[in-house]
């Protein structure tokens, strides 16, 4: 069962920062880059949410030692 939720975590994370390197190339993004220098602030949380819920899994579904 945890092999599932963690697979899930895994494949959302990825999903996630997929979607925000996509975004990043948006009008919006392009227009705050314009105006401020740095992307917008919900794409700069969402990357990192991504990247934690990615780590998340990977740690999840990391072999423990004391399984061998």
């Known amino acids: 069962m945890n092999r599932i939720v963690f697979s899930a975590l895994l494949v959302m994370g990825i999903l996630l920062v997929g979607f925000c390197i996509g975004a990043t190339e948006s009008f919006s993004s392009d227009l705050s880059r314009f105006f401020t220098g740095t992307p917008t602030n919900k794409m700069i949380w969402m990357l ?13 579904l990391w072999p423990d030692v004391k399984d061998y």
């Open 48 to 60: 990192i949410g991504g990247i934690l819920v990615t780590v998340v899994g990977v740690a999840g």
